[in-house]
């Protein structure tokens, strides 16, 4: 299947700071691109979809102006959390949707452990 | 907007027995439905899907069976293995925009 890569891995920071996260879709490109926030033992909260070359779509309640999301690319996508916290430690998975054969599927990246001291 | 119900929350049984795992979805235009697999600390895995041209999809000793009247669809695990232990997470979406919503997750637990 295809590959979604994500960077880094785990981060720890401290609070006030900015911490940048990278989604990579490898082998397809990717109009669209999903952000996702896993709390411990709990479902993934869709928190925006990242469009290419237009601004993202937020959820309701994320707030735009702290999780900043740029779609550079057709393969690349970043989500910046600007002045963390520590209630902002939590799990961030991206995902790209992949078409083959007319159909869709989404992909998930492994996933960037944030954990604001 | 969709909503997707997930049940159980939590499903324990002995290796070798079957394992089933219900999802309800409100939206009837939702015509797509996957099935992901996530263990711990990792990235969620699609295990099966299922599109709503078909009742039934079969893989292995996973299957998925959806019912577009009673807009319900479920996960069968046969015969588990200690290696199936994960949280299961089922999800719907009408395609297209392709914005799915997912359950909310059952952990499964395969005692050998």
């Known amino acids: 299947g295809a590959v979604v890569s994500q960077h880094p891995s785990w981060v720890i920071c401290k609070s006030g700071t900015s911490v940048k996260i990278e989604c990579r879709s490898l082998?397809?490109?990717?109009?669209?691109m999903f952000w996702y926030r896993q709390f411990p033992k709990q479902s993934l909260m869709l928190m925006a979809t990242s469009n290419e070359g237009s601004k993202a779509t937020y959820e309701q309640g994320v707030e735009k102006d702290k999780f900043l999301i740029n779609h550079a690319s057709l393969t690349l996508s970043t989500l910046t959390v600007t002045s963390a916290h520590p209630e902002d430690s939590s799990f961030y998975i991206c995902s790209a949707t992949s078409t083959s054969g007319g159909r869709e599927t989404q992909y998930f990246g492994p996933g960037t452990r944030l954990l604001v001291l | 907007g969709e909503n997707v119900e997930q049940h159980p929350s939590t499903l324990s049984v002995q290796e070798g027995d079957s394992a089933v795992i219900k999802c309800t979805y409100s939206d009837s235009a939702s015509n797509y439905f996957p099935w992901y697999k996530q263990e711990l600390g990792k990235r969620p895995q699609l295990i099966i899907d299922?599109?709503?041209?078909?009742g039934e999809k079969k893989d292995q000793r996973i299957a998925v069976t959806l019912n577009k009247t009673a807009k319900h669809f479920s996960l069968h695990i046969t015969e588990t293995q200690p290696e199936d232990s994960a949280v299961y997470f089922c999800a719907a979406s009408r395609g297209g925009s392709y914005i799915p919503t997912f359950g909310r997750g059952t952990s499964l637990i395969v005692h050998p």
């Open positions: 082998d397809f490109q990717a109009t669209t």
């Open positions: 299922i599109r709503s041209n078909v």
